[in-house]
């Protein structure tokens, strides 16, 4: 059993910064890999970060890299995303997702992670 409270959303000029958490409980959360999706209004979920469960590899779009850092807290059940210069279209829902891991992969499809959260709302006004 794993659980996934996010938290951190809310609404911001373009350009600014924010940071989400995603709390985490359960036995072997530092076992799963990790990941941030993303899903504005009538698109699809699409993945925005991806990390190890040791926090020591990470994977990101190119659309989001150098734009936001994804990071982990084992001792703290909490793994981050920092973002940085938001723009409008970075409005959406942000999801925590999490999937047992083993040896690193990235997984980049929503059907590959076992476990999500309710999500929390960014909003990026121009």
């Not at 794993?2 to 911001?12: A, I, R």
């Not at 036995?27 to 009538?42: I, V």
């Not at 698109?43 to 190119?62: F, H, N």
């Not at 936001?68 to 981050?80: F, L």
């Amino acid at each position: 059993q794993v659980q996934l409270v996010e938290s951190g959303g809310g609404l911001v000029q373009a350009g600014g910064s924010l940071r989400l958490s995603c709390a985490a409980s359960g036995r072997t959360f530092s076992r799963y890999d990790m990941a941030w999706f993303r899903q504005a209004p009538g698109k699809e979920r699409e993945l925005v970060a991806a990390i190890s469960w040791r926090g020591s590899s990470t994977y990101q779009p190119d659309s989001v890299k150098g734009r936001s850092t994804v990071s982990r807290d084992n001792a703290k059940n909490t793994v981050y995303l920092q973002m940085n210069s938001l723009k409008p279209e970075d409005t959406a829902v942000y999801y925590c997702a999490a999937t047992y891991g083993s040896s690193w992969s990235p997984r980049i499809l929503e059907y590959e992670y076992d476990y999500w959260g309710q999500g929390t709302q960014v909003t990026v006004s121009s």
